[in-house]
């Protein structure tokens, strides 16, 4: 996308470890947990101009909120890059009686 002079929007999900892992196999499971990462500086390594590309931090439905609202993010003229924080814990219904549906399969086993 870089070198194609592309001008994408990338979400990047960060959520401190496997959530779904945590529903199967316990939430506080040590082994669930990641390093935490820089995402956003991603686009520098691969190959970005300085300057060029446009990198958020978004924590809050707040900060998404004013994000989605602002002219320059909509207009879209670079590549943009958002790392979305999401609670731990945060999980659609429909994965969660999943993931309770898989813990309980292993259980068994």
Request: hydrophobic letters at 40%; a neutral charge.
């Amino acid at each position: 996308m870089i070198r194609l002079g592309l001008n994408p929007i990338i979400f990047v999900i960060c959520d401190e470890g496997y959530t779904i892992e945590r529903l199967i196999h316990g939430m506080n499971e040590g082994f669930n947990d990641i390093q935490p990462w820089h995402f956003k500086e991603l686009v520098n390594v691969f190959g970005a101009k300085e300057g060029e590309p446009r990198t958020y931090q978004v924590k809050t439905k707040e900060q998404t909120n004013k994000l989605f609202d602002d002219k320059e993010f909509n207009s879209a003229t670079n590549l943009q890059f958002v790392e979305l924080y999401m609670p731990k814990q945060d999980t659609p219904r429909a994965l969660m009686l999943i993931a309770v549906t898989s813990a309980r399969i292993n259980a068994k086993q």
